[in-house]
């Protein structure tokens, strides 16, 4: 019999190595997203005692292949669950190669207070030390804590929990591959308990102007990004322009790139395309003006956003205006 007192946390998996089987113990080959929503939760010790579960499945994929139509139906999920009286949070489980874009997204167009937490594993549901039971029992418990309210997404992985705009999966393997490389984890889990270091002081996705109806509408712009290095050149950047509502650079130190690939991106922006500039390094922020002139080429500042993040919400704010002015300060501010 059930204990009413517990919460009740709605599971919705869309695959990830946390759901990845092997051919073999040893072998290093897994296929991600092989296992089914119950067959991750049966492995989890312990969980009837932090939880009356809802198991649902959105997707069954390798997180490389994620894709707008996953993005749409698990948006349209969290928000019918979050309106249900009887959920008392949220846990998705996905593959972690784009968990931070996933997490970012739903930030941006869901707006409730329940807690709605994503996780992942490094190693699949089959290894020896699989971190999937582990961190899924943390992220049900997270999802039941209420102190995890009104923080909008959460991603905890190995004991640590990070917010969705700050998280960034830092190594491609090993279980502390996950970090908040700018303003540091949101807090850590001990036992089944969450402790919050503080309160994230960035915009609350509440409060967020975005939605996926407007996305919709729009038709999901079209954003690419551009990998600056030494020697990039024009013809990839004049190419992607002709195809691109927005690009995103990936530049080298503070948003930088070659006189060649900056003239580009210039004739981009004149002709409409919206240009963002981001940092390649992993963190740090790239601001207006400092080694390029944004405001002469019509460019916007990344700030603290990743390329992966900056392509999301100018995707998003493009749904909205094509105003270089206003999707900068949707950048000051989200
Ligand atoms: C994936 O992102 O689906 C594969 C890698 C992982 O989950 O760790």
Redesign the pocket.
Known sequence: MPDRRLPTIAVLAT????A?AQSAHASHAYR??ALSVEHLLAAVPGLAQLARIQAGQVAS????NMTHAVWAALAQRVDVLCQEASVDGIVVTH?????EETAYFLSLVTRHDKPVVLV???RPATAPGADGPANLFHAVALAGCPAARGRGPLVVMNEDIHYAREVQKMACAGVAAFASPNRGRAGVMRAAQAHFFSRNDTVHTRDSIFSLQALEAAGWPRVDVVHAGVGLGDDLIDFLAARASGLVLAGVGDGNATDGALAALQRASAAGVAVVRASRTGSGRVGRNVEVDDDAAGFIAAGELSPQKARILLMLGLSISRDPARLQEFFNQY
């Open positions: 695959g990830g190595t946390i990845g991600a997203g994929v390798g997180s490389q593959g972690t190669d784009t968990l992942g594993a490094m």
